[in-house]
């Protein structure tokens, strides 16, 4: 288990994140990769969520609705190699430095091809909510990104604006997509296997996908426990939601980090399920 050092606490709290290289070893970034490409292949049943308020959601399983990208939710209940990146040794010591309390909430995939086209700049968490107070960084939601494939220049990177979770000022219209002509912008390039680990207060998008190769990442969103709740983002809850027959595979590390899920609507058949570990 790593050791969250004074080094990484400053670099995270100037820039709003920070990268772990190596942090996945080879072997499970190939497993990873080999399952998102499987279930890229083929259309996913949706019927589970049938009756469910929640049904109204914006990305199904999995979605093709944008040009030159694949995307693919909830991935625990696609193939259980996912479960090896929830608390992952390597990660986990800074969720708990910078969150206190994180549970998990969404997973997902998010494959680019060539020409993709640059996204707007964002960020999910309002900027006063990112705080440090007597020395505890506390941001009430973390992505993790890992990459599975390069992402070089041209590959459609995350690109951040450093220190913009804590910015006093909008950005101007001009700058509204993804460019490295926005003051401040800068690429995150790393190789398969290294770590982005960001605060959700911080501006950021994806580039153009210029390059011919594809580009693959995992996203996985972690929230703080005082609002691990669905209805924050209640059109995509059916995608954060594991249930008990998925869950009960998990080590007790990664059971404490999906427990509010105990809380939510009970087990029923859903697509993936059937994939229970001895």
Sequence with gaps: ???????????????????????????????????????EAFDH???????????????????????????????PRLDPIFDQLIGHPSILPYLKEFMGDPQLVNTWSISKYEGRAAT??????????YTVRN????????????????????????????GSHKKNFNLNPQWKTAGLETPGAVEIIGDPGDVMIFTEALTHAGAAKTTTRRRTTLQYNHVHRDRACPMWDHHNARHYWIPPSIRKRFKPEQRELTRWMDYTIPDRSVSGSERIND
Excluded at 137 to 161: A, E, K, Q, W, Y
């Design 1 to 39: 288990m790593n050791q969250v050092t004074d080094t990484e606490k400053f670099l995270f709290d100037i820039q709003g994140y920070l990268i772990l290289r190596g942090a996945i070893d080879g072997d499970l970034i190939d497993a990873l990769d080999f399952a998102v490409v499987q279930n």
């Design 135 to 162: 020395g505890l960084i506390r941001s009430p939601m973390l992505n993790v990104v890992t990459m599975l494939t390069p992402n070089h220049s041209g590959d459609g990177c995350f690109t951040v604006i450093p």
């Design 120 to 129: 707007g700049w964002h960020h999910g968490l309002p900027i006063e909510e």
């Design 45 to 75: 049943d949706e019927s589970w969520a049938d009756g469910l308020p929640i049904v109204t959601a914006q990305h199904f399983i999995k979605d093709n609705n944008i040009e030159h990208q694949v995307r693919l939710n909830g991935l």
